[in-house]
């Protein structure tokens, strides 16, 4: 099936295709030249994809139509290439991942000429059968008369013309890729507002539960375990054909106050010793993780650790087991699913500063310890004043990504300040420019808005922080983000 070209796609470097021996002849103009039965391919790390583009210039003069398959993954389609160049696009999608994309050509059969030569063929049959039929008749009236061998007719000879070389020039290949958008979600309007479910199942790609994942509401009492509301969401996303990223394992915030409150060494007689708290995030970590296993694919494993200044935020955790319970909390993690993806996620490091430097330092040494993690988390609540976002976000993420980790956008919203629909352009642009620097990161997997609609927002209605308002219109923040995250087809 064709498509058109999508505004956004990514180019792969002919030099980096594997070409079969014989067929696929590369040019010194970095173009390759294919032949019928060349196949061209490389296993690449995309994004979400939704269609490859294929640029090709007929060379030759055959008559016959030749055919190009895309592949990706297991995934096939087929364009039919007549005599004019021309650019293919093949609808194919392939999940985020390491995924092959290969191009292969096959010479078709022409059929019209095909089809002569069996008339011709047909025409010869009836003829030589009539002439047999006539020749049986003869010979046995000659049978009576005489003895003598039959003379058989010389065959007519065939002109057979030299086969045509076909060949086709793969001038460009690129994947349009799609990022995918989800969106914070809470079960506290589940059933209330008809709109709410609706709005996000027609727009979202996966959602990251907002409360329900945290301590003090899947383990309100030591050792008591409550899945209702979590499980709740989750299916129902899974249900919705929806991802779910997982949020949070530990954290300093919406702990139960069995956790938090012996922190406080002055006003209770008892504190955590060391190991005690390392046992009490132990449980929590193996139960938590291990009950939604298969069905939550993704972990916020640790949530800001870290004060802007660069310091370590002195939370329960830290003062009671010191820096390496970041350490310790993803091993566990680990150890409960080996196959989910651990982030660390935290906010104000999107840009640079004491801050990103930290998180950097923090992950390095993570990395070099061989601690399980696969991505950082930029959770991106932003003041509508944050200027050029786009420029100072580049050079933070590209650091992350050189330390081969994953990156997601984990709770978009910019702040307008209180009223206006005057500030509605000025949302969208930030918008824009943080998806973009995502875009251009290849690393960066996924943009996830913290809610959707500013009729609920942890910052309240008023500061229009979302990309559909109050009344579930889509704003100008959604079309910035869907222009950068999902190309036209
Ligand atoms: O559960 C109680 C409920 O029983 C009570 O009736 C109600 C009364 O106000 O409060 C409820 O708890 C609230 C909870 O959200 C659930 O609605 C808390 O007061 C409220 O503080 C809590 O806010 C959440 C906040 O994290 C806590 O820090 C927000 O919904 C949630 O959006 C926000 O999310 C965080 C991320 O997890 C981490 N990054 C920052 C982000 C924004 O703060």
């Not at 139960?256 to 922190?263: L, R």
């Not at 330092?361 to 950082?376: F, K």
């Not at 702040?415 to 290849?442: F, M």
Request: positive net charge.
């Amino acid at each position: 099936m064709l498509v058109p070209a999508a505004a956004e796609a990514r180019d792969v470097p002919l030099n980096s295709l594997g070409t079969s021996a014989g067929q696929a002849q590369r040019r010194a103009d970095g173009t390759i030249l294919l032949r019928p039965g060349a196949t061209v391919r490389t296993d690449l790390a995309v994004r979400e994809v939704h269609g490859v583009t294929v640029q090709l210039e007929r060379r030759d003069r055959c008559s016959a139509n030749l055919q190009v398959t895309a592949r990706l993954g297991d995934q096939a389609a087929s364009s039919v290439i007549g005599r004019t160049s021309r650019t293919v696009s093949f609808r194919l999608t392939a999940p985020a991942g390491t995924t092959r994309v290969s191009l292969s050509l096959t010479q078709l059969r022409d059929k019209a000429k095909d089809a002569r030569a069996k008339k011709r063929r047909a025409q010869a049959k009836r003829r030589r059968a009539q002439a047999n039929a006539r020749g049986k008749a003869k010979a046995s009236r000659r049978r009576v008369r005489s003895h003598r061998p039959r003379r058989l007719r010389p065959r007519r000879k065939v002109a057979v013309a030299s086969p045509c070389q076909a060949s086709l020039l793969l001038r460009g290949l690129s994947v349009l890729e799609r990022l995918p958008l989800n969106a914070a979600m809470t079960t506290a309007h589940f059933g209330q507002d008809p709109f709410y479910q609706a709005l996000f199942t027609q727009n979202f790609d996966g959602l990251t539960p907002e409360n329900e994942l945290k301590w003090a509401s899947t383990e309100p009492q030591q050792g008591q375990f409550t899945f209702d509301a979590g499980d709740r969401i989750v299916n129902w996303a899974i249900a919705n054909g929806k991802s779910v990223r997982g949020h949070v394992l530990v954290w300093d915030y919406q702990n139960s106050s069995y956790v938090t409150d012996p922190k406080d060494f002055y006003l209770l007689q008892h504190h955590w010793k060391r190991a005690e708290l390392i046992a009490v995030m132990q449980e929590h970590i193996l139960n938590v993780v291990a009950h939604f296993r298969g069905r939550i694919p993704e972990w916020d494993v640790v949530n800001e650790a870290f004060n802007d200044d660069g310091s370590y935020k002195n939370n329960v955790w830290y003062q009671v087991i010191g820096p390496e319970y970041i350490a310790l909390a993803f091993r566990l993690a680990h150890q409960a699913d080996p196959e989910a993806k651990l982030f660390y996620n935290d906010l104000g490091y999107e840009a640079g500063g004491p801050h990103t430097e930290a998180v950097l330092n923090m992950v390095r040494s993570l990395r070099e310890q061989g601690v399980p993690i696969d991505g950082v988390g930029f959770e991106s609540h932003f003041d509508i004043s944050a200027g050029s976002i786009t420029e100072r976000m580049r050079p933070v993420l590209q650091a992350f990504a050189n330390l081969g980790l994953a990156e997601e956008i984990t709770e978009l919203d910019v702040n307008t300040g209180p009223g206006g629909v005057d500030k509605l352009a000025a949302e969208a642009e930030l918008y824009r420019q943080v998806a973009r620097a995502c875009v251009e990161q290849i690393a960066c997997q996924r943009v996830t808005t913290w809610g959707y609609t500013d009729r609920y927002s942890w910052i309240g209605s008023d500061r229009q922080g979302l990309p559909f308002d109050v009344n579930y219109q889509a704003k100008p923040a959604w079309q910035a983000l869907q222009a950068e995250a999902r190309p036209a087809v």
